[in-house]
T-cell receptor, first 112, second 112 residues
Framework: AQRVTQPEKLLSVFKGAPVELKCNYSYSGSPELFWYVQYSRQRLQLLLRHISRESIKGFTADLNKGETSFHLKKPFAQEEDSAMYYCALRAGFSGGYNKLIFGAGTRLAVHP | DAGVTQSPTHLIKTRGQQVTLRCSPKSGHDTVSWYQQALGQGPQFIFQYYEEEERQRGNFPDRFSGHQFPNYSSELNVNALLLGDSALYLC???????????FGSGTRLTVV
């Protein structure tokens, strides 16, 4: 079964503290994983993808196939990072199919 | 570029009625996907349209149907509305063969 699990509904930290948003996945093929972010009153937008191995707004995520995880990390949280974060798995890209499977999301609240 | 445009932004319908939601994709995009996001959940894939045909479908009943027009815009139709259909409906567009998705702001449907 294809599934994405985000175990925490809410993660509350103070400004400057490290952040780790957990994501685990279940997929029989070779996964393609993403983190999407939704700021208050804004649309869902791509934060980063594992194939790019990039750092966006100080966030990084490493795909661990052994642990089937794709945790999102940031060493020092900022108040503007407060948002809803969704981990997503692309299923079946071969042939151009583009379905995304999302986790339930984690709300990150960064307090001053 | 206006990105992905969805209309209406909000809608209230009575149980048993029918509803049509609309989506205009981002310029240059030819593929449209629809997602349902219930309160407190991540988006769930409904179906995807390409070249005016349904190319892939998620686990949704036949009450959910769609259409894509020659200009790539799309409609989502839901018949015999149930209270459980209350959700945010997201449209996402992409260009076939590429990995990028752009999401709209969504239509919030409330069934009473």
């Amino acid at each position: 079964a294809q599934r994405v699990t985000q175990p925490e509904k809410l993660l509350s930290v103070f400004k400057g503290a490290p952040v780790e948003l957990k994501c685990n996945y279940s997929y029989s093929g070779s996964p393609e994983l993403f983190w999407y972010v939704q700021y208050s009153r804004q649309r869902l937008q791509l934060l980063l993808r594992h194939i790019s191995r990039e750092s966006i707004k100080g966030f990084t995520a490493d795909l661990n196939k052994g642990e089937t995880s794709f945790h999102l990390k940031k060493p020092f949280a900022q108040e503007e990072d407060s948002a809803m974060y969704y981990c997503a798995l692309r299923a079946g890209f071969s042939g151009g199919y583009n379905k995304l499977i999302f986790g339930a999301g984690t709300r990150l609240a960064v307090h001053p | 570029d206006a990105g992905v445009t969805q209309s209406p932004t909000h809608l209230i319908k009575t149980r048993g009625q029918q509803v049509t939601l609309r989506c205009s994709p981002k310029s240059g995009h030819d593929t449209v996907s629809w997602y349902q996001q219930a309160l407190g959940q991540g988006p769930q894939f409904i179906f995807q349209y390409y070249e005016e045909e349904e190319r892939q479908r998620g686990n949704f009943p036949d009450r959910f149907s769609g259409h894509q027009f020659p200009n790539y815009s799309s409609e989502l139709n839901v018949n015999a509305l149930l209270l459980g259909d209350s959700a945010l409906y997201l449209c996402a567009s992409s260009q076939s063969g590429t990995r990028g998705y752009t999401f709209g702001s969504g239509t919030r449907l409330t069934v009473v």
